[in-house]
């Protein structure tokens, strides 16, 4: 028979199991420390030993199994992850980038950080975002693929003017333009149903594509008006905005008339579905394109916030500079190259 738990257990067990995950998430961080630092220190002994001894690929090897050997239950040996160090230790000897400390980061997502980004500014950017909203290494490599540095808070809205601040500019800077659906395989042509049901079919990267915060509530969401129906075709909540998020796209260029429509829906939307504590909904209008001044000249005579943004279904953004950046290859031909010109040297 088991005992009967006393007073104020169950609260003094939720307590304890905080603590505990806090406690684990705090050395889980500091350990994370530790290995970018001892990394950072063996690709400088490593880079120190190649400029004064010669060392080069194969002393490399040579370290990475008697690493592996001395230390079997421990991962991260491989040559290649040594020459990630000496490239890290190389490529940020201050163990930072910019003002963002490496080792709030973790390993991989350091090595993605340095080879296939070549500006410090944008490595510091990826860096700042990475810790910030948490991505893990598949996220932090699509959003450098797609530029992402380039399209945040990118798109046109009236905010400043229709929310309060810092509301205005946290909304802005959530919005990006253009929005890229090339993940749904569909040509310039396909009409506005085909990408809502692409979108809906991909849904995961679709909120991706959108950022941190969204999350999904409807397609095609029913409003009643009066006894009209109306249908929204992508509702949202946004968790850090607090606020639901209207989505209407449009296969066409954006006409004025668009951002009417919207602004009805938002209206709807803040009478019949918005909770007292919820702020007010935004409204996100994805077009196939537009014209910048005409789409400002519209949105300055809507009452409610909107954004407007193009989307993008086949890449047409600037080559990533990705082919321009070291592979893995490229570093030990470089290394190698390294060696033979100190041995040509002596």
Known sequence: MIPSLPDGYADWLKSLKTDIAQAQQRAGLLANSELIQLYGRIGRDILQRQDLQGWGSKV???LARDLKEAFPHM????S??????????QHCPSGQF?????DQLPWFHCVTLLTKLNSHEEREWYAIQTVHH???????????????HLRQGNAITNFEKRLPSPDSALAHETLKDP???DFLGLGNEAHERDIEGGLMRHITRFLLELGSGFAFVGRQFRLEVDGDEFFIDLLFYHTRLKCYVVVELKATAFK?????QLNFYLAAVDAKIKAEDDKPTIGLLLCKQKNRLVAEYA???????IGIAEYQLLRNLPESLEHNLPSIEEIEAELAGSLNLQKKML
Do not use: C, E, V
């Open 179 to 181: 929005y890229m659906f």
């Open 98 to 102: 910019g003002q963002q400390p490496a």
């Open 299 to 305: 949105l300055s005579g809507i009452d409610k916030p």
């Open 75 to 78: 991962r991260g040996w491989s």
């Open 134 to 148: 948490g991505w893990s290494r598949t996220t932090l490599t699509l959003n450098i693929k797609s530029r992402l």
């Open 60 to 62: 490399i090897d040579r």
């Open 80 to 89: 290649s992850n040594l020459k990630y160090m000496r490239f890290f230790a």
């Open 256 to 260: 004025p008339d668009h951002a009417g």
